[in-house]
């Protein structure tokens, strides 16, 4: 497989309004793409394109080489974790397998790779937001999917609960290999995670900035990492690509 994502002259639109495109963007395997701009830009209208929830006005989505089908080929996690109250925090994620017709014996195992071992057992309202979140990620990550959409899913954290989950996404997704695409409008947010970034202009959504992020993503602590200069040089890039942009 060449790519894991492809979209040609992608656009979409509500009613007459066109809310993101024309886009085309190539996303290799294994890539950790960051979709970042302001409010009502179309990221999360594109991150739904990709998973298939909604169709294309112009142009054409791939993943995998296949059009995308909703709940098929990716895992997704929202701005809420959109978990199951009456359930345990392992019932949720054995409930994802069990949908996936996979064995439920793999639960401690994504828990543990959440840092969530010690939890199991507690219902979800029984834990913090930022334990949820990661719930919601161990769940995602259930089924075998290459692709994880994460549409800013730490959002509504506090600052120290979203860098340490940050840091967690950060190494699951190099543990895993997974193909990643992640929504926000944070720049510090988007060099931290990324391994590419892409800049959206103002609605109707299209490419301002496509920018490697030529970081470690292995072997540095994450307090080293964004000390670096080589990170507040992509930063100050991103930033000036925002300040480039017309209001």
């Not at 989505?61 to 098929?72: K, S, Y």
């Amino acid at each position: 497989m060449s790519s894991a994502i492809e979209l040609a002259g992608v656009q979409h639109s509500y009613g007459d309004v066109t809310a993101v495109g024309p886009v085309d963007l190539v996303v290799p395997p294994g890539e950790f793409l960051v979709l970042v701009g302001a409010s009502g830009c179309g990221k999360s209208t594109l991150l739904r394109l990709i998973a298939g929830f909604e169709q294309p006005t112009r142009g054409t989505i791939r993943t995998a080489g296949e059009p995308p089908v909703p709940g098929r080929g990716a895992g997704l996690v929202f701005q809420q974790p959109r978990l199951f109250p009456w359930r345990t925090v392992g019932g949720n994620v054995a409930l994802a397998l069990k949908y996936a017709g996979l064995p439920t014996d793999r639960v401690g195992e994504l828990l543990e790779s959440v840092g969530l071992h010690d939890v199991a057992h507690r219902r979800t309202w029984q834990i913090s937001g930022g334990q949820q979140q990661r719930v919601a990620i161990a769940r995602a990550l259930a089924v075998d999917n290459p692709l994880l959409l994460l549409d800013e899913p730490f959002a509504a954290l506090d600052a120290l609960t979203r860098e340490r989950l940050q840091e967690d996404l950060r190494e699951v997704s190099a543990r895993t290999g997974r193909t990643c695409v992640f929504v926000t409008h944070s720049v510090e947010e988007a060099v931290f995670l990324g391994s590419r970034v892409v800049v959206l202009t103002a609605r109707p959504g299209r490419v301002a900035l496509d920018l490697p992020v030529n970081l470690p993503r292995t072997g540095v602590s994450p307090s080293r990492l964004r000390a670096l200069p080589e990170f507040a040089a992509l930063r100050a890039t991103v930033r000036s690509a925002f300040e480039e942009l017309p209001v």
